[in-house]
């Protein structure tokens, strides 16, 4: 079952194809399976840890935490995406962020000293993966850009309109409390159960025990866009 999961990732992910094939079934060989439980840790914050990932299922969440406690969830991964420890690339750096899983989730991890030589002699695959490294960079640029511009209201209409489109449905399942919602936007569970309850006040959304119902997308989406 591992070995079909990877063969399918080599053919179908954008930057693992790009693996020349003679090097591919050791670079298969060195893949280390893992998998893990909802709340199980990866790799914490601080941690050196020297390796690549893709993610086969589930999802993995990128943690921040503040020293008096607060999180912010920087970004989530998922089936097919490719992440790494800054280890993997610089020896003696540390994670800059906790990794966490969302829920149950299998990984296939590779260390840098396993594949490294693959990867210097892999012109192509270096560049998409540098590409990548690009792409998350200017993500965490937008991230930065609303934590510091962006009010809290407009963050929590733009989480709730992302929820939405992902569950293809008007109606949002209440699968996060508070405090996980706060922390996917960098606010408190007090400021998001205000919000909730002003969009509710406002006619914007509709809020049961269970889920939530968007009633006018055009002016959460409005929200969304304020700075």
């Not at 060195?30 to 790799?43: D, M, V």
């Not at 640029?141 to 963050?155: A, D, H, W």
């Not at 992302?162 to 996980?180: A, F, G, M, V, Y």
Request: glycine residues 6%.
């Amino acid at each position: 079952m591992v070995m079909e999961t990877l063969t399918y990732l080599f053919t179908h992910n954008q930057i693992l194809n790009k693996i020349p094939k003679e090097k591919r079934a050791i670079f298969k060989q060195a893949a280390i399976p893992k998998r893990y439980k909802k709340g199980q840790i990866l790799s914490f914050y601080g941690d050196l840890w020297p390796y690549l990932f893709v993610i086969g299922s589930g999802s993995i969440q990128a943690v921040k935490e503040s020293a008096a406690g607060r999180s912010l969830v920087v970004t989530t991964f998922y089936p097919g995406d490719i992440f790494w420890g800054l280890a993997f690339f610089y020896e003696n750096m540390p994670m800059p962020v906790t990794l966490e899983a969302c829920q149950g989730s299998e990984t296939y991890l590779w260390s840098r000293e396993s594949v490294l030589d693959i990867l210097k002699e892999s012109g192509e695959f270096s560049w998409e993966l540098t590409r990548l490294m690009i792409t998350k960079m200017t993500r965490a640029s937008e991230i930065l850009e609303e934590m510091t511009f962006q009010p809290v209201g407009s963050r929590l209409a733009k989480f709730l309109l992302e929820s939405h489109q992902e569950n293809q449905s008007e109606t949002i399942t209440r699968s996060l409390t508070l405090d996980e919602m706060a922390a996917r936007i960098g606010s408190t569970r007090e400021m998001v159960c205000r919000f909730l309850h002003r969009f509710a006040n406002d006619g914007v959304l509709e809020i049961t025990r269970t889920e939530f119902r968007i009633t006018n997308r055009d002016e959460l989406r409005t929200i969304s866009q304020n700075h």
